[in-house]
Every structure is written in structure tokens, then in C-alpha cells.
């Protein structure tokens, strides 16, 4: 718990498919693309990462002009780098925006982030690619963020950052009735002694329910016989009184 943090410090694809980065196994086929990748970044990229600026969920209709109006109000920029698609040219929604200053950078990291630039609520980190060690891109399985809840998640980042684990105090296994270290072991002579046990609960559920059918047929009876011998004494009564 001492050197847990909200935010990796190191990527590492097991830890961030684990919303408190403590799961020890893959869950899933994205983890593990992303530990058998072996990502190196991309080298033709200039510029100083520690000075750039990642933004995403752009729409695909924004351009460089309209990325340099909206980000130059916190400083001034260096470079903006809007990633389009190499065959057609359109943009893939995200794009990096170098500034010339630290203090530039901080404030639009601080202020910029889910702004709606194009009717398009934006995010905003910081590169992550050449400055956070391990980094694996959501091609390859990695990345933060992600929408879908089956396994998609990754957390570890601004967008989605850990959450705090929970240790539960160590419990005796006696409480649960289980024996102090054995475990309960389950095989083929198991799963026959429950199949019998269901098949004897049926056979005393079938008797108990023929019981209740006869007594309620022999309640039957009795009323019946009752009711004539109420007849048979109302056609005394009336001889009687004729």
C-alpha cells in the first residue's frame, strides 16, 4: 500500500486490465496480446515528449487550424500533429500538440481537458508513448480508457485511474464450515453422492405429495358419508312431526 498510486508510474498490461492493479492472471485476450507485444515507439517522431500534449475524441472534422486556435489561448505552440489516415487521408480523432513552455502544457493539461471543441467533449493527457516506461498502444491490447465492460477497460490513467484496493481481514476457514486448511475437493464420486441425494429428495417429495392425495380422498369420503346420515336424520325428523 505504500507505493500504490491512482496513476502507473510503469505500464504494465496485467495491472491495467485490473481496475486496483492487484490481478496476478490475463483476463482476457487484449492482456494478453499486449504482454506477448514487443512495441518499440515510433522513432520518427521529433520532439520533446515531456513537452507535448495527447489529445483525443477529437471529431473527425476538426482540422490542425482549428486544434491551433482552440490550444494556442494557453500558450504559445510549437508543433501540432494531427494523425491522419495514410490511404485516405481523414483523421483518426486524435492528435499531439507540442507547446514551447512547461507552464503551457500544465495549464491545458489542468483546464482543456473535456472541453466540446466540434460539438465533441475532448481528452486531454499527457504523452504517454516515449515517456511512460513499458508503454503498450490499444492496437497491440494496451492503452488506458476504453468503453466496452467486457475486459475492454484499462485503468492506470487520467481517464480511468486505479481505485484503492480493499484488504478484507483474514477470516477462519471453520466459520464456513470448512475444515482449518483443506480445501474442499470436488470429483466424479462427489458429484454421484449429490445426484443421489437429489434423486432420494425427489422419491420422499413424490411419497410425501401421494400421502396428502389419499388423506385428501379419504376426507372426501368422510364427508360424504357424513352428509347422508345428516339426510337420512332431517327424513326422520320430518315423519316425526307429520
Excluded: C
Aim: glycine share 8%; proline share 4%.
Amino acid at each position: 500500500m505504500a507505493d500504490w498510486a491512482p496513476i502507473a508510474k510503469e505500464y504494465d498490461p496485467l495491472k491495467a486490465g485490473s481496475i486496483d492493479g492487484t490481478d496476478e492472471e490475463p483476463h482476457d485476450r487484449a492482456i494478453w496480446r499486449a504482454m506477448l507485444a514487443r512495441y518499440v515507439p515510433n522513432k520518427g517522431v521529433t520532439g520533446d515528449p515531456h513537452l507535448t500534449l495527447f489529445v483525443a475524441r477529437l471529431n473527425l472534422q476538426t482540422t490542425e487550424e482549428k486544434l491551433k486556435e482552440v490550444f494556442s489561448r494557453y500558450g504559445d505552440i510549437r508543433k501540432i500533429r494531427l494523425v491522419r489516415d495514410l490511404v485516405t487521408g481523414f483523421s483518426k480523432g486524435y492528435a499531439f500538440i507540442e507547446y514551447k513552455e512547461e507552464r503551457a502544457l500544465l495549464k491545458a493539461h489542468r483546464d482543456a481537458n473535456r472541453l466540446v471543441i466540434d460539438q465533441h467533449e475532448i481528452f486531454v493527457d499527457f504523452e504517454l508513448e516515449r515517456t511512460l516506461k513499458g508503454w503498450i498502444p490499444r492496437r497491440l491490447g494496451g492503452g488506458f480508457g476504453g468503453k466496452k465492460e467486457s475486459g475492454q477497460l484499462r485503468f492506470g490513467g487520467r481517464d480511468r485511474p486505479f481505485r484503492k484496493p480493499i484488504y478484507l481481514p483474514n477470516m477462519k476457514n471453520d466459520f464456513y464450515g470448512e475444515g482449518s486448511s483443506e480445501k474442499r475437493s470436488w470429483s466424479r464420486e462427489g458429484t454421484r453422492d449429490w445426484r443421489t441425494r437429489d434423486r432420494d429428495h425427489d422419491r420422499s417429495r413424490d411419497k410425501r405429495w401421494s400421502e396428502r392425495e389419499r388423506s385428501w380422498a379419504w376426507g372426501d369420503s368422510e364427508r360424504e358419508r357424513d352428509s347422508k346420515e345428516e339426510r337420512s336424520r332431517g327424513r326422520e325428523r320430518k315423519d316425526r312431526d307429520r
